[in-house]
């Protein structure tokens, strides 16, 4: 018979193989961090002038309604105007179903506004909830422009007279400018 042999087995060390896990997974992260260095885009800001709101940032919620249906009616208002030769009235818009000129359950939340037409060239929009929404003015330029949107949110406010630009400014109007960003649209460009 012989004598059993005992064989004493060291356990293999850990060191080495931490060592090359580590060493892995710092270059990961360097490929990872040289990728999105590389694919960085910068983000254009613009900015809008004082006289101005922003429509995503500026607007309440049913300021943001009003000016949406604003922006969506105007299609309208301009086959309208090119089938009779004239703009159209609100109460006309309002009869077809036209947001916001409608009045109905959704404009009287929004404010209640009265819409006017303003010597043939702009429609007037009072509200009669300032608290709630701001008054309108909504400037019509050439068909395939886009609608000139004014907004104020005084108390007592009164139809203006004079459209221009620097007048509407000093009356208290702000232009509500759509700013469509990469915060926006998420665009990606390969």
């Known amino acids: 018979m012989s004598t059993p042999t005992t064989q004493v087995v060291r356990p293999a060390g850990a060191g080495h193989e931490t060592l090359y896990v580590l060493l892995l997974c710092v270059m990961i992260l360097a490929v990872a961090a040289s990728v999105v260095a590389w694919r960085h885009e910068s983000q254009e800001t613009s900015h809008i002038s004082s006289h101005q709101l922003d429509a995503r940032r500026d607007l309440s919620a049913s300021e943001q309604g009003i000016y949406a249906d604003l922006r969506v009616t105007l299609d309208e208002v301009h086959l309208?105007?090119?089938?009779?030769n004239t703009l159209p009235t609100p109460e006309a818009l309002a009869d077809e179903g036209f947001?916001?000129?409608?009045?109905?359950?959704?404009?009287?939340?929004?404010g209640?506004?009265?819409?006017?037409?303003?010597?043939?060239?702009?429609?007037?929009?009072?509200?009669?909830?300032?608290?709630?929404?701001?008054?309108?003015?909504?400037?019509l330029t050439a068909d395939d422009e886009?609608?000139?949107?004014?907004?104020?949110?005084a108390v007592d406010l009164k139809a203006p007279t004079d459209l221009a630009d620097a007048a509407l400014?000093?009356?208290?109007?702000?232009?509500?400018?759509a700013q469509f960003d990469a915060g926006v649209t998420r665009q990606h460009r390969h």
Do not use: C, K
Request: charged share 15%; net charge neutral; glycine share 6%.
């Open 80 to 84: 309208l105007r090119q089938e009779h």
């Open 99 to 110: 947001a916001p000129f409608a009045q109905d359950a959704s404009s009287v939340s929004r």
């Open 112 to 139: 209640g506004h009265a819409w006017h037409l303003l010597n043939a060239q702009a429609y007037f929009g009072q509200s009669q909830s300032p608290a709630v929404a701001g008054s309108f003015l909504m400037r």
């Open 169 to 177: 400014e000093s009356a208290g109007w702000q232009q509500i400018v």
């Open 146 to 153: 886009a609608p000139d949107i004014w907004l104020n949110r």
